[in-house]
């Protein structure tokens, strides 16, 4: 199983920028579909962006054309570019890695304040 572990988060102001990473050991990174998925407070986990093996991305409604997901199989990392951000994109931003079985990152904390 792949071990997760995400960085990048923080405060920023509304409009700002941030690039989350998630960097995984342990497996063969290029064969796991990798996402980000996020958390508010009480709001369930939900689905922000994907990518496939081949680099075929998804996006959430909520994110498309202000974020991009991106993966790099020589440094076993998937970042999440988040432009244009708005306090309702705070969160914990998890990293998820599938392949046959999910693995989850511990979450990094994004706040989006003035």
């Known amino acids: 199983q792949v071990q997760l572990v995400e960085s990048g988060g923080g405060l920023v102001q509304p409009g700002g920028s941030l690039r989350l990473s998630c960097a995984a050991s342990?497996?063969?990174?290029?064969?796991?579909?990798m996402a980000w998925y996020r958390q508010a407070p009480e709001k369930q986990r939900e689905f922000v962006a994907g990518?496939?093996?081949?680099?075929?991305?998804n996006y959430a409604d909520s994110v498309k054309g202000r974020f991009t997901i991106s993966r790099d199989n020589t440094k076993n990392t998937v970042y999440l570019q988040m432009n244009s951000l708005k306090p309702e994109d705070t969160a914990v931003y998890y990293c998820?890695?599938?392949?046959?079985?999910?693995?989850w990152g511990q979450g990094t904390q994004v706040t989006v304040s003035s």
């Open positions: 998820n890695a599938n392949y046959l079985v999910d693995s």
């Open positions: 342990g497996s063969v990174f290029s064969i796991y579909f």
């Open positions: 990518i496939t093996t081949g680099g075929r991305t």
